[in-house]
């Protein structure tokens, strides 16, 4: 008899204790479907979920100015993730600098 793949997947994933990387990605993937309605501004895609942890998400951003966006509408960005994931997984924003990519040639 056959088990269907996602009752597999889920085994596997409890048997690793894998849950809160899991809930971590789909987290950071709530977010990336709701940025483009509150951040209609970012064309070039600078923000991005970086991790969730603790019930914290931290959203990378390329300079201060775009991490003052973040936290300005941090309130609606957990409203809307919360509301997409069906329950209040995030309390907190946080932001993170981008890391500068070398202009050197490796």
Sequence with gaps: MFSPFQELLKKAINKHN??????????????????PAIFPE???????????????LTIEVPDSVWANEVINRQAKIIA????????????????????????ENP
């Design 80 to 103: 809307e993730v919360n509301a997409k994931y069906g329950e209040e997984v995030i309390k907190k924003i946080k932001t993170e600098l981008q890391q500068l990519q070398s202009l």
């Design 18 to 35: 894998m849950q809160h990387v899991v809930e971590g990605s789909m987290i950071c993937a709530k977010f990336a479907e709701i940025k």
């Design 42 to 56: 970012d064309t070039e895609s600078l923000l991005t979920a970086k991790h969730f942890k603790n019930n914290t």
